[in-house]
């Protein structure tokens, strides 16, 4: 899994996690990503919402697909926060990402979110969005 920032406006920002089948076959993603909010101190703050669709994007779809991602190829996911939150909401460091269908994990340093996060559905390609 790789990441890479996603686009940003009116006080949101996004990444885009990339999965990349590095298998000699194909593979199956289905849903969402796991996505928790992380503090300085790597504890989680809280897991970021499931859904189809927010304010810079998601799968313009109406239930997550089941992808079938042959060799080489990659499926991704827009995961997206608002840039505010004040005192209301403590402040994110990092994102703990798990892909779909899986336990193993990594952790995404971002800039500053507050815990208003949420995930989208895995779609195929590399964008995270659809558009």
Known sequence: MTSKPG????????????????????????????????????????QAKRSLNGFLGGCGCRRPAQLRILPRQTASALIEGDNGGGDECLRGRALLVTPPN??????????????????????????????
Do not use: M, W
């Open 7 to 46: 686009t940003g406006g009116d006080s949101h920002s996004s990444i885009i996690v990339v999965f990349t089948n590095h298998g000699s076959l194909a593979c199956s993603l289905y849903g969402y990503p796991g996505a928790a909010v992380l503090d300085s101190g790597d504890r989680q703050i809280v």
């Open 102 to 131: 899986t336990t193993a994990s990594t952790r995404i340093t971002f800039r500053d979110y507050s815990c208003h996060v949420e995930v989208h559905p895995v779609i195929t390609g590399s964008k995270g969005t659809v558009g």
